[in-house]
């Protein structure tokens, strides 16, 4: 197939790149910098440049493409582009990245149309779910209350709307997937709170390419948590990725000092928040995961996360 890949530079997208050209599909990618075409052609795709957010520039790159399917991995999370996190005012971190989300799924979905009907899968997220309804891990069909809430339930509502497929990404790791958990990890910087009991689904990100490889090629339609086997709480995952990274065990804050110095997303996180099943993607998608929990990815992530292997991966 031809495969419309926006945003083909990021964490996933490159990957989603390398492994639909190894499967044979013709792929379109995009950047919005021209200094990585270079890289997006290394891997196998012919490239554009693209600002998802300016709706001629999409439909004009989408129809010259005539893709059968696009996925959007539109993101603006990178520190060049949102700098770093300010856990107490998240929502400038996140403006770009929810601009893309709503905004530029909306220009996507109307290039689609004008490309002729071509199928979308858009990326979504599934860290953590903080809504109280349910138990501590939530199936697609439970209610979904998550950081960027509106911006998401914009861009699932507009991709299913549309006859399209979402994959719903848990917490990303792997090469240049977390490199500012670790970074925070060795300065001390990233404390437990509470007792830290809250739930997240992780996921490498190899295994969220592989799973969007398969909604892809079966032009999946609903939504997908795209997440490990292993939900797990913060007090279990956090400290074994210290471990595994050569940092020490994270300090342990309260939660009644955190909430004014980490924001109320980070406190609900660790303390309350309910992870996902993924069992929807592997009955549906057929997904096999490489990494089925983060104890063995975290550890061979580590092993292989030298200066080299970065650079592989196009950072």
């Known amino acids: 197939m031809r495969v419309f890949v926006a945003g083909g530079t990021g964490v996933v997208g490159r990957r989603l790149v390398s492994q639909l050209v190894a499967r044979n599909h013709q792929v379109i990618a995009t950047t919005t910098s021209g200094n990585k075409l270079e890289f997006l052609g290394a891997l196998g795709a012919e490239t554009v440049v693209m600002d998802g957010l300016d709706p001629d520039a999409v439909r004009d790159a989408v129809v010259a493409a005539m893709p059968d399917v696009i996925v959007s991995e539109m993101t603006a999370l990178a520190p060049e582009h949102a700098g770093r996190l300010n856990p107490l005012r998240p929502g400038r971190f996140f403006e770009t990245t929810n601009r893309l989300r709503s905004e530029g799924t909306d220009n996507l979905v109307a290039a689609a149309r004008a490309a002729g009907g071509a199928h979308l899968i858009a990326q979504s997220a599934a860290l953590f779910n903080a809504t109280p309804v349910g138990g501590l891990v939530k ?91 292993e939900p797990a709480p913060v007090a279990d995952w956090l400290p074994y990725l210290a471990e595994c990274t050569g940092a020490k065990p994270p300090r342990t804050v309260p939660t009644w000092l955190a909430r004014p110095l980490a924001g109320e997303m980070m406190v609900t996180m660790m303390t309350s928040g309910s992870g996902f099943s993924n069992e929807k993607a592997k009955r549906e998608l057929g997904w096999t995961l490489k990494y089925p929990s983060w104890r063995q990815g975290f550890r061979e992530f580590a092993e292989h996360a030298t200066p080299e292997a970065a650079h592989e991966q196009g950072r």
Not at 146 to 175: C, K, M, N, Q, T
Not at 181 to 188: A, E, S, Y
Not at 190 to 204: A, E, N, Q
């Open 139 to 229: 199936t697609e069909d439970d209610p979904l209350e998550v950081p960027g809430a509106d911006a998401i339930y914009h861009l699932e509502r507009a991709v299913r709307g549309a006859g399209g497929g979402v994959v719903r990404y848990g917490s990303l790791y792997g090469v240049g997937a977390n490199d500012d958990q670790i970074d925070l990890l060795h300065k001390r910087m990233f404390p437990l709170i509470g007792r830290g009991r809250g739930h997240v689904s992780l996921v490498h990100a190899d295994d969220a390419a592989t799973a969007t490889v398969l909604a892809v090629e079966l032009r999946a339609e609903g939504v997908f948590n795209i997440v490990d086997d």
